[in-house]
């Protein structure tokens, strides 16, 4: 056992030493100012990168003329895709037939940022624990089909990991009321004397996903050259 | 469009080399002073000294012995003891009030994960519950983790480590109090809108505006003391540490206003700022907290200085520079421009700049001090979280090319990922620091050394499972996705096994937590031996089995 001790308090009064000796002009070190402004200076060139620049060159971008608003069905359905979280397993983003087979699974063409002008807040999404959805309206238009599907995905699809949707139906015994939409689910999925009703955001869900169809072109057609017929 | 990427290259450029003529000019005069700033954290006499208050006393006898053989452990005589004494006591209320909260949420948010991940491989398990659907209960995890657990807890490290690094008392603590509140309060507001159905649809940004504001006003009682007391600094040097945690404290609600503000953005404009903002709370709030956990317990725990004070200089202006422009990596294959993408992944690889910079500073720091991991808790968990720090950038780097990009995007690859950086490196970093922490904010000693043990092994088993399990089904996921013959449902089916195996960790990580909250709070109401001060005279019967448990 050596004694404790001395021989570091002395290297480190010898850096105390140091540091005042060569705190004198110009010596350059962290200090608040220059936290502050450099990391300001950096947020900034990052802010003005990721988020003004692309705010001034979309700011202007016409919408397409294939695309239409969304209705104010629509548009309510498009909320209870937000509720119920559909983004965090489908994407709204098929990506180029360059960089991956999405065309070919029926997903649609690469989109082009008009057609996300009606689109806020984006729903581009990070997951495709499900297929892409930005074309499911083209690819399966039927209104009894999405929404037996919400009600149970694995009467339509089986194996499909997507969660039913109980709370967005009434279910019954006896005979749905007038004005009611009843869901045609599979033999073997409905029960005798029972009902399923869809509720008005199951139905306002199927048209906010009947709704989303960019199978129009994403660039207007170019002018056709006038030439005489060869 | 060319004048666009002109001035943009132009722009890159110039300011690649602001950057580095800002460092060499503040590493210029470093050669003087950068010795004194690298040990500022250390009291006279209390270099070559270790520290954990987590361990127990035979354990300090041991780490003190593996770290300087044949040298006691003393006490300290300092008017500086003193100092820091008053520092501590000036924080110790706000910060065991804020790291309590955070174990309460760390809980909570565990249980949400648990239940997503059950969720993704038996859909037909709990969906009566509107609350409880898929799409809620995951975004409601990821918040309570992201603004629940990791702000609380980095927010409680920072504020007991700003006025023990100033030897400054903490300036206006009631406001901290109040603010710390004001952000709980957000975080329930915002937790009870997504489980009801008022999210935001951004990922990350779910919280509605309401719940915002709650959580801006708080974060601003919280953040406005730390830099109060930081202009009333008695110390003359800034630590590495105070860097990381002052830069945090303004990013952060520059990036949460600009992000939350009601009206601002629209369709794919959002969508960079969405990744902007969700790479950049990583990034430029959670990253630098730990990292000033981490720079200041391993020195502190080993009682040697950090390896390269230049290092972490170069570490710190390099991590500000790069990390805040690599949010469009997430939009690789997106409807967004393409020059935006691409610096975002040149960005994404010089990210290997800082990244090294801080893996050779505190891994050098550690080696030859291995044996220093058998004794002391605080530094177990931070070593693992300073090399899962280190594997998940170099991971995030890769994954941002575009070849690596195209297979892992759009699956569970990148959760495994995300994951990696938020638990494996932020959260073990947090438990080590509240390991360190408590003891002094309590007066209390950890009552049972056992349990530090089963939470360490508990989460690191359970994360490996969690990590290895999901890195592979989400590779084949990709692959699969990526074959034009493989039918969309198959990719769904091949993942299940995986899922499965997620959901296994998750739960012995959700098991770990529950292990730790309720030794954090047998701690809180002071269950267990006294063992504070010269108490402890026969080492614990513990002791060789941790050690063997950590040779394996």
């Known amino acids: 056992m050596s004694p404790p001790g001395p021989p570091k308090s002395e290297s480190r009064s010898a850096q105390h030493e140091g540091s005042h000796a060569s705190s004198g002009a110009g010596r350059f070190e962290m200090d608040e100012l220059r936290l502050v402004v450099g990391s300001m200076v950096i947020l900034s060139g990052a802010t003005a990168l990721l988020v003004v620049l692309p705010y001034l060159l979309l700011r202007d971008e016409p919408p397409p003329p294939g695309l239409k608003p969304y209705t104010e069905q629509q548009l309510k359905g498009r909320q209870v895709y937000i509720a119920n979280g559909c983004l965090y397993c489908h994407s709204q983003q098929p990506r180029d037939i360059a960089q991956a087979p999405d065309a070919l699974r029926g997903w649609g063409r690469a989109p082009v940022a008009g057609d996300y002008a009606y689109d806020t807040p984006h729903l581009l999404g990070t997951m495709r624990t499900g297929p892409d959805l930005l074309n499911i309206g083209a690819r399966q238009p039927s209104r009894d089909w999405h929404l037996g599907h919400l009600y149970q995905p694995r009467a339509y699809t089986p194996g499909s990991t997507m969660p039913p949707y109980p709370f967005l139906f009434d279910v019954r015994q006896g005979a749905a009321q007038a004005g009611e939409t009843v869901v045609t689910l599979p033999p073997a999925w409905s029960r005798p004397g029972q009902v399923v009703v869809a509720r008005p955001e199951a139905l306002a869900l199927v048209e906010y996903l009947i709704s989303l169809d960019r199978t129009y072109p994403a660039l207007a057609p170019l002018p056709v050259p006038k030439k005489a017929p060869s | ?552």
Request: hydrophobic letters at 55%.
């Open chain 2, 1 to 552: 469009m060319d004048f666009t990427v002109g001035i943009l290259l132009v722009t890159f450029l110039l300011s690649l080399l602001a950057l580095f003529v800002f460092i060499a000019s503040m590493a210029k005069g470093l050669f003087g002073s950068g010795g004194a700033a690298a040990v500022q954290i250390f009291d006279d006499d209390e270099l070559g000294t270790v520290e954990d208050p987590a361990a127990t006393q035979a354990q300090r006898g041991s780490l003190q012995r593996a770290m300087d053989p044949g040298q006691q452990a003393e006490a300290r005589t300092s008017a500086d003891v003193a100092a820091r004494k008053r520092a501590d006591q000036s924080s110790s209320l706000v910060v065991g009030v804020c790291l309590t909260l955070s174990v309460v949420w760390l809980v909570l948010a565990s249980f949400a994960g648990l239940i997503s991940s059950i969720k993704l491989h038996s859909p037909d398990w709990w969906v009566g519950m509107e609350w409880l659907t898929f799409g809620r209960i995951r975004p409601v995890h990821l918040n309570l983790v992201a603004y629940g657990w990791c702000s609380m807890a980095g927010i409680g490290v920072a504020l007991w480590l700003i006025p023990r690094l100033l030897k400054t008392e903490l300036v206006g603590a009631k406001w901290a109090l109040i603010g710390g509140g004001l952000w709980t309060l957000g975080v329930v507001a915002g937790t009870v809108a997504i489980s009801t159905g008022h999210s935001d649809g951004l990922e990350w940004l779910e919280y509605p505006w309401q719940a915002d504001i709650l959580m801006i006003v708080g974060g601003a009682l919280v953040g406005f003391p730390m830099w109060l007391t930081l202009l009333r600094r008695k110390v003359e040097h800034l630590y590495v540490s105070v860097w990381y945690i002052g830069a945090g404290l303004l990013w952060f609600p520059i990036l949460f206003l600009i992000a939350n503000w009601p009206g601002l953005h629209f369709g794919v404009q959002q969508a960079t700022m969405n990744w902007w903002f969700g790479h950049n709370v990583l990034g430029l709030w959670f990253t630098p907290l730990a990292l000033a956990a981490s720079y200041y317990f391993i020195p502190k725990v080993l009682g040697k200085p950090i390896h390269s004070y230049n290092l972490s200089l170069l570490g710190f202006w390099s991590l500000a520079f790069f990390y805040s422009q690599v949010g469009g990596h997430h939009l690789i294959g997106g409807p967004v421009p393409s020059w935006l993408i691409t610096i975002s992944i040149v960005q994404s690889m010089m990210m290997v700049v800082p990244v090294f910079a801080v893996a050779i500073n505190q891994h050098l720091t550690v080696l030859g001090n291995f044996r220093a991991l058998l004794y002391s808790p605080t530094l177990r968990f931070i070593v693992l979280g300073a090399m899962m720090y280190t594997a998940a950038s170099v991971q995030g780097s890769l994954q941002a090319l575009r070849s690596v990009n195209t297979v892992t995007h759009f699956t569970h690859y990148t959760v495994a990922h995300a994951h990696l950086g938020l638990y494996g490196f932020y959260t073990m970093i947090m438990f080590g620091s509240i390991y360190f922490i408590m003891p002094r904010v309590m007066k209390w000693e950890w009552p049972y050394p056992w349990m530090i043990s089963a939470h360490f092994w508990l989460v690191l088993v359970g994360f490996g499972v969690y990590f290895v399990g999901l890195s592979f089904g989400g590779w084949y996921q990709g692959l699969a996705m990526l074959d034009k013959d493989t039918p969309f449902m198959d990719t769904v089916k091949l993942t299940l096994p995986y899922l499965q195996a997620r959901s296994i960790g998750g739960g012995l990580m959700t098991l770990g937590h529950l292990v730790f909250a309720a030794h954090f709070f047998m701690m809180g109401w002071k269950f267990g031996p006294r063992r504070l001060g010269a108490a402890l005279l026969k080492p614990p019967a513990l002791l060789p089995r941790i050690g063997k448990g950590a040779r394996a």
